[in-house]
């Protein structure tokens, strides 16, 4: 069987030493950080992209893929201790989970939600097993009509499915892509954009306006509402499940882990989504609803695994396609860009190793987690007692050094001041800055295969149209646009994102 | 009559941006459509942006919104002076001196600032980031630069 061919291959590279190890420092320091309340995924792998340039690209995206679903779980401490979400994925944990902390079933909760979470863990990873070599495949056969069309429905999607103004979230990608082309013209050598600053000849540095925004924007907002952080109970419980809660949590795992892996591999769907539908769901299929918020096992079951299966069904469209579905998955194709490797469908058959390592470390990884956040739970607790007052400066610091690090220049440094200014304004008037950094990355994509597919029609714009896998995926990005302008599912739309 | 004002502030500035990258992108050579230049794509997509930006604006004339609350202009100053001087010292200085003020810059920007704390934090970090980076990872940066040593 090749597929356990595959795996074979991935385990023995997941399973060297090296790459153990910075799976275990990954997933430690994603756990960690997603303990912090108000630092997400997005600025830790910002922060910590600069430390994996020197390593091997298997090991550095490895460390990366940790760090990210370390943080899903971390997120859930938090939000069943403190009631206070360290991630979006787990806003939707809170309501449940910390009345079940409330009432003295913290230990329940949180083994739960690590128990639930690696179920969908292990689902996701055999789906990206499963699917990434059929899509890649596929995928193979794209031109570049088909790939350009593609990443509109990508950017569409992502920006259908974000929450605030839809016509506010397609000007950011809009500013993204515009952000993203400035620089050096990739086929005419021209400069463009730069309006004259030599420092703007290699483009906008992606590490600085990813770390100014998510890094620098957010901790300017959270000074303006940190509150004091009390810890509601220090007694955590028996960790153990009863037999009840058991046969509770088995179904909506089961339904959770199912809707997360599919939301996972929609573009702009992954874990916040699928843990906001999982609730829903969970609340309408239940015979008593009105105990939803009150602690009901199931309401912290199905949204933890379904995030949890959406982080990890969200790396399917980045390794088969490269294309990224959420931002997230966006930094991880920048990862991969620096470590001078071409996303995109050829990745599997050009670099095996790194493609099936990094999906077995993924396995790994949840296996660690388990081990990690049970026995671990109090250290992160006492981690939640450290003052914001240690924390902002240590955040501010690691940005500078970061973006210093890159190309040891302090204009990016400046740069990376300035953007993060930018990001807080924009964060004040509720422009959502995620798919801004999205356009950013897939911009100079956009562009390369937009002015390739012209070149093949000889200039006839009909090319996307006229080529049917094209004209579908436009169809799509069509519909999507037109769901959400009609009246009635817009309300819809900002129902669920109220709750 | 202005209803939303977060949208036509917000709206203005898209509009800004817009006119800028158009402006910028008719300096550069255009092409045509099968043999894009430099300058098409961005043209395409500043007006694009322009578009968007004008409904964004629109729509704060024809809905009600709410006024964006007040920024923290404490943080916005403190959190910009710390990388600001981060850039401007890390080379003359070096790595040690500018993390140290940096820090003290950042431990400022919080609502209530503790001395004690600040002080403890800039010298946690400044060796701390010291012994990672250049003992650790081996950074070319020396600890005290040209001006001090």
């Known amino acids: 069987m090749e597929l356990f061919e595959h795996l074979a291959l991935g385990f023995s590279v997941a399973l060297q030493g090296q790459n153990l190890l910075y799976c275990f420092i990954g997933v430690l320091l994603g756990t960690l950080i997603g303990v912090l309340p108000g630092l997400g995924p997005m600025a830790t792998i910002s922060m910590l992209l600069p430390v994996t340039f020197g390593l091997p690209p298997a090991s550095a995206l490895i460390m990366l893929a940790g760090i990210f679903y370390g943080s899903q779980y971390g997120g859930s401490t938090t939000a069943i201790l403190l009631n206070l979400p360290g991630e979006s994925s787990s806003v939707v944990t809170a309501l449940d989970g910390h009345q079940m902390a409330r009432q003295g079933r913290a230990g329940s909760a949180l083994a739960t939600a690590a128990l639930g979470s690696f179920f969908a863990g292990t689902v996701g990873t055999i789906l990206i097993v499963l699917l990434a070599p059929p899509l890649a495949s596929i995928a193979l056969k794209f031109g570049a ?66 770390m100014g925004i998510f890094g620098l924007g957010e901790i300017i907002r959270n000074l303006e509402s940190t509150g004091p ?32 892996s599919l939301l996972g591999i929609l573009p702009g769907g992954g874990a916040v ?9 969970e609340k309408k299929v239940s015979s008593t609803p009105e105990n939803f918020g009150k602690g009901m096992i199931e ?59 990094v999906i077995a470390s993924m396995w790994i990884g949840n296996v660690l987690l388990v081990i990690l956040n049970l026995p671990l739970i109090g250290i992160w607790v006492k981690i939640l007692t450290i003052p914001y007052d240690y924390i902002m400066p240590a955040i501010g610091v ?21 953007f993060g200014l930018a990001g807080y304004v924009l964060l004040k008037l509720d422009c959502e800055p995620a798919p801004l950094l999205l356009g950013f990355i897939i911009g100079p994509l956009l562009e390369e295969n937009l002015r390739r597919a012209m070149l093949i029609a000889r200039g006839d714009w009909t090319t996307f149209v006229t080529r049917p896998i094209s ?9 999507a646009l037109m769901a959400v302008m009609m009246p009635h599912l817009r309300n819809k739309r900002e129902e669920a994102f109220q709750e | 009559m202005i209803r939303a004002p977060k949208f036509v502030i917000v ?36 007006v694009v942006l322009g578009a968007l930006g004008l409904s964004v604006l629109a729509i704060g004339f024809f809905h009600d919104g709410d006024l964006p609350s007040a920024p923290n202009i404490r943080a916005l100053i403190f959190v910009g002076l710390g990388v600001g001087f981060f850039a401007y010292a890390v080379r003359p200085l070096g790595i040690v001196p500018a993390v140290a003020v940096s820090s003290l810059l950042f431990s400022l920007a919080g609502r209530e600032f503790k001395l004690l704390t600040a002080v403890i934090a800039a010298l946690v970090l400044s060796l701390g980031s010291w012994a990672l980076f250049v003992v650790g990872l081996s950074m070319p940066w020396p600890a005290f630069g040209p001006l001090i040593w």
């Not at chain 1, 989504?273 to 769901?281: E, G, H, M, Q, R």
């Not at chain 1, 309401?299 to 980045?318: D, H, K, L, R, Y």
């Not at chain 2, 006119?19 to 430099?38: D, E, I, K, Q």
């Open chain 1, 471 to 479: 004209a579908v995926l436009l169809l799509i990005c069509a519909l």
């Open chain 2, 11 to 46: 709206g203005c500035i898209f509009v800004a941006l817009a006119l800028l990258f158009f402006t910028g992108s008719l300096s550069l050579n255009l092409g045509t459509a099968g043999r894009m230049g430099p300058g098409y794509f961005p043209l395409m997509l500043s």
């Open chain 1, 273 to 281: 989504l699928a843990s906001f539908v999982s609730y829903t769901v």
């Open chain 1, 145 to 210: 009509a088909e790939y350009f069309s593609l990443m509109l429905l990508g950017l569409v999607v992502a920006v259908v499915l974000a929450s605030g103004s839809l016509l506010m979230a397609l000007a950011m990608v809009v500013l993204g892509i515009l952000l993203g082309l400035a620089g050096q013209d990739m086929n005419t050598g021209a400069f463009r954009l730069t309006f004259g600053f030599r420092e703007l000849a290699n483009g906008f540095d992606f590490l600085a306006l990813s």
């Open chain 1, 299 to 357: 309401g912290v079951a199905g949204p933890e695994s379904a995030n949890n299966a959406g982080a990890q069904t969200s790396f399917i469209p980045m390794l088969t396609l490269g294309i990224p579905s959420n931002p997230v998955m966006a930094l991880m194709i920048a990862a991969l860009i620096l470590q001078g490797i071409q996303p995109g469908p050829n990745v599997m058959t050009a670099r095996p190793d790194l493609f099936w390592g």
């Open chain 1, 398 to 418: 690691i940005c500078c050094i970061g973006v210093y690090s890159i190309s040891n220049s302090p204009t990016d440094v400046l740069m990376m001041g300035v």
């Open chain 1, 229 to 260: 952080r009390v810890l509601t109970t220090s007694k955590v419980g028996s960790l153990m499940p009863t037999r009840e809660d058991f046969k509770r949590m088995a179904w909506p795992v089961l339904r959770g882990t199912g809707l997360g």
